[in-house]
C-alpha cells in the first residue's frame, strides 16, 4: 500500500512541477557519495528522485509528504544537504504533492 501511495504522490509531483513550468529530466538519478574512515575511502550511492530544470538551471528535486516535507525536519534537511553537496548545486527542491508545494532549498557553500 504504501508504495503505491509513493507512486501516486510522484505522479502527483511530477504534475505539479510541470505546472510550475519546470521539466523533468531524469527520475531516480544516481548520485555518488563518499567519506574516508581513518584515512580509508568509502563510497555510497544517492537516489535523489527527480532532475529537473526550469529557466535553464537544473535541480535535484526530492519529494516529501507528511512532517518530513518539512525543511526544518532534520533528516529531510540533512538528506538535501547531501544532495546539494554531491551534486554540487546551491539549491535544491523539496516537492510536497499533499500541500502543492515547491520549495528551494539553499545550501551556500563557503
Do not use: C, W
Not at 8 to 14: A, D, L, M, P, V
Not at 23 to 37: C, H, R, T
Not at 49 to 78: C, F, H, Q, S
Not at 88 to 101: R, T, Y
Request: proline share 3%; hydrophobic share 35%; glycine share 4%.
Amino acid at each position: 500500500l504504501s508504495r503505491i501511495r509513493a507512486k501516486k504522490g510522484e505522479r502527483n509531483s511530477i504534475k505539479l512541477l510541470k505546472a510550475n513550468g519546470y521539466k523533468i529530466l531524469d527520475e531516480q538519478i544516481k548520485l555518488n557519495g563518499y567519506f574516508f574512515i581513518d584515512n580509508k575511502l568509502n563510497k555510497f550511492d544517492l537516489r535523489p528522485d527527480l532532475l529537473v530544470e526550469k529557466n535553464g538551471i537544473k535541480y535535484i528535486a526530492e519529494i516529501k509528504t507528511g512532517e518530513v516535507a518539512n525543511p526544518n525536519n532534520r533528516y529531510t534537511r540533512r538528506q538535501m544537504h547531501e544532495y546539494s553537496f554531491y551534486s554540487n548545486q546551491d539549491d535544491v527542491l523539496l516537492v510536497d504533492p499533499i500541500n502543492e508545494s515547491i520549495k528551494k532549498l539553499t545550501f551556500k557553500k563557503n
